[in-house]
């Protein structure tokens, strides 16, 4: 692979959070598009709005700390997050996923929940405008200086938070319990076959 439409879009999200006013187009040009919205054929789609705000969400609400950006490197160096791009149909933009979250809900923390874990950021210690520090956080952040972007966070946070959405308690507490319905039988037998090793060394 190579770093090329990474490049561009590092160069024009920095531009875009440098001078919000003059280079609003970078937004609309990132995904490919003109600025009434409509396709651009000849330009790559190098941002999926969509799948960041989608993956910078459930940092929020894991209050995951070690993931995108992260706390035990100083809140200004990216780490465990990973993202994927189509350099040969360049048309759609980088997906994020989700790696190596286990700080994340109040684990090894002095908390036994994310309240107080605030990940929204902004984090700006340093390295924002570092091209070998460019994470999906400080994309988000740079987006943010575009009113389009704020509102579409602000939508799918409605369809998220609210109204039944996913991210709702009683539909996390749902998925919870269907993935322990998916996992008690095997975890069980696990346990079953480790008390009889355990018993057979102690004999």
Excluded: C
């Excluded at 990216?78 to 791009?85: D, H, S």
């Excluded at 070998?132 to 740079?142: E, G, S, V």
Aim: aromatic share 12%; proline share 4%; net charge negative.
């Amino acid at each position: 692979g190579n770093d090329t439409a990474w490049n561009q879009l590092f160069v024009r999200a920095q531009n875009l959070a440098n001078n919000p006013t003059a280079n609003a187009n970078n937004y609309w040009t990132m995904q490919g598009l003109n600025p009434d919205g409509t396709r651009n054929l000849s330009l790559p789609v190098l941002l999926d709005v969509d799948n960041l705000i989608d993956y910078m969400l459930i940092i929020f609400y894991t209050g995951g700390y070690d993931s995108g950006i992260s706390r035990f490197l100083g809140d200004d160096k990216a780490n465990n997050w990973y993202g994927i791009y189509n350099r040969v149909a360049a048309d759609q933009g980088f997906q994020f996923f989700i790696h190596d979250n286990e700080h994340s809900l109040g684990a090894e923390s002095n908390y036994h929940g994310t309240q107080f874990i605030d990940r929204t950021g902004p984090f700006n210690n340093g390295n924002q405008s570092v091209y070998a520090q460019f994470n999906p956080q400080y994309l988000h952040q740079d987006l943010l200086s575009h009113p389009e972007y704020r509102q579409r966070v602000i939508d799918k946070v409605q369809e998220y938070f609210f109204n039944g959405g996913p991210m709702t308690p009683a539909a996390s507490v749902a998925r919870m319990q269907e993935r322990i319905g998916q996992v008690e039988a095997a975890i069980i037998a696990e346990a079953a076959d480790e008390l009889v090793h355990t018993a057979w060394a102690a004999s």
